[in-house]
């Protein structure tokens, strides 16, 4: 069955540096997403894309955050300067239309030292 | 956009007994989706109801959808210790794609 893939499962990084973060939505489909969970509170929307472009994103997603499709495989989410308080883990997901089923990757475990 | 809240929180049960969570949301969706979350793990969708369908099967699952009364269920039957998780569900409405993520019930199946 076809699944959404994340890369690195762990990132440690020193606040004030860059990171990207991987993922390989299902083929077909055509809506893809980002959202964040840190430890102990709720899955929270980030991002959602679409047509090479940002359909909706949260008041989290701010100039810190940007998303990009550079083929046809992967979608990348990349915080220019962590924080502290980016630590959490990230998920990505996709879906076939915009009000079909999402399905989530397993994660990515962002740690900022 | 709106989340969804579950009720309970938390759930304790014997294995082999139904499971059932509960979800109330505010405003008129286009659908409804509920998910299993391990600890510390990834999401992993288990069914999508539209707002025109009352009610769904999945295997061991089912889910009603009540859009008068803005309430959804999911019944898990025959429980196992491996249905431990929390169990989240997440509408979608308005023009939005995304899906809004309340706390959960935590199931806990005792073997």
């Known amino acids: 069955e076809p699944e959404v893939t994340q890369t690195p499962s762990h990132q440690v990084t020193q606040m004030g540096q860059e990171v990207i973060l991987r993922c390989v939505p299902i083929s077909n489909h055509l809506y893809f997403y980002w959202y964040r969970q840190i430890l102990g509170q709720k899955v929270e929307f980030l991002v959602s894309?679409?047509?090479?472009?940002?359909?909706?994103k949260s008041e989290i997603f701010d100039d810190q955050f940007s998303v990009e499709r550079p083929d046809g495989s992967n979608f990348t989410l990349k915080i220019r300067s962590t924080k502290l308080e980016d630590s959490a883990m990230y998920f990505c997901?996709?879906?076939?239309?915009?009000?079909?089923?999402?399905?989530f990757g397993p994660g990515t475990r962002l740690t900022v030292l | 956009s709106q989340q969804g809240e579950e009720d309970p929180q938390a759930l304790s049960i014997q294995e082999g007994e139904n499971a059932t969570m509960n979800c109330s949301y505010k405003t008129s969706i286009n659908n409804l989706q509920w998910y299993r979350q391990n600890s510390g793990r990834g999401l992993v969708h288990l069914i999508l109801?539209?707002?025109?369908?009352r009610e769904k099967h999945s295997g061991r699952l089912r889910v009603t959808l009540d859009t008068s009364k803005k309430s959804s269920s999911l019944l898990i039957t025959a429980s196992r210790a491996a249905d431990t998780a929390s169990y989240f569900c997440a509408p979608q409405s308005g023009g939005y794609q995304k899906v809004t993520f309340g706390t959960g019930t935590k199931l806990q199946v005792i073997p």
């Open positions: 109801i539209r707002s025109n369908e």
């Open positions: 894309f679409y047509n090479n472009e940002i359909s909706e």
């Open positions: 997901a996709s879906s076939l239309g915009g009000w079909d089923e999402q399905f």
